[in-house]
T-cell receptor
Framework: AQSVAQPEDQVNVAEGNPLTVKCTYS??????LFWYVQYPNRGLQFLLK??????LVKGSYGFEAEFNKSQTSFHLKKPSALVSDSALYFC?????????????FGTGTRLQVTL | EAGVVQSPRYKIIEKKQPVAFWCNPI?????LYWYLQNLGQGPELLIR????????DSQLPKDRFSAERLKGVDSTLKIQPAELGDSAVYLC?????????????FGPGTRLTVL
């Protein structure tokens, strides 16, 4: 069965500093990896995805993520955090075929950016 | 372009009562998903439709939950009777295809409270 682990319930960072939100995954075959962000009382918004190709993926709002196959990781990064980045971030993985084609989410990491 | 629309946004009912949630996906999206999101958790898939057909309902508790997507557009998720443990946010999402690398677009969700 496929799974996602987000080891940190919360990440705190000062505005202007770089941020990293960690994600590791487990899936049979090639992974399709996603990051979503959830603001209060709003649905999840797509940030970026890795399908194939360059291991560094760039997405919305200046976020990027690095795919590392040997470490089965897909960490979310941003060079300079903003207070407005404060939200709940979900990593997700999707395999291929049958029930593996469903999107499996991690438990989420709350990012708190302070002045 | 309008996003995924869900109604109601909030619903409070007493246990053993029925409840229904409605979802209108993004125009042209043939795949529709219903997710359950418990507090502090990531979304979990309940059912996935491709057009009118439910292609993955393995996680839907069929003794009390039902769903339909008539005409392959709008969808309704019903719970009858509701239990205390059903209190959660019910998310609807849609995507343009079924490919594993297609991102899903989420609605704002319906927050259900069962008293």
């Amino acid at each position: 069965a496929q799974s996602v682990a987000q080891p940190e319930d919360q990440v705190n960072v000062a505005e202007g500093n770089p941020l990293t939100v960690k994600c590791t995954y487990s899936v049979s075959g090639n992974p399709y990896l996603f990051w979503y962000v959830q603001y209060p009382n709003r649905g999840l918004q797509f940030l970026l995805k890795y399908i194939t190709g360059d291991n560094l993926v760039k997405g919305s709002y200046g976020f990027e993520a690095e795919f590392n196959k040997s470490q089965t990781s897909f960490h979310l990064k941003k060079p300079s955090a903003l207070v407005s980045d404060s939200a709940l971030y979900f990593c997700a993985v999707r395999g291929l075929g049958g029930t593996a084609s469903k999107l499996t989410f991690g438990t989420g990491t709350r990012l708190q950016v302070t002045l | 372009e309008a996003g995924v629309v869900q109604s109601p946004r909030y619903k409070i009912i007493e246990k053993k009562q029925p409840v229904a949630f409605w979802c209108n996906p993004i125009s042209g999206h043939n795949t529709l998903y219903w997710y359950l999101q418990n507090l502090g958790q990531g979304p979990e898939l309940l059912i996935r439709y491709e057009n009118e057909e439910a292609v993955d309902d393995s996680q839907l508790p069929k003794d009390r939950f039902s769903a339909e997507r008539l005409k392959g557009v709008d969808s309704t998720l019903k719970i009858q009777p509701a239990e205390l443990g059903d209190s959660a946010v019910y998310l609807c999402a849609s995507s343009a295809g079924t490919a594993a690398f297609g991102e899903q677009f989420f609605g704002p969700g319906t927050r259900l409270t069962v008293l």
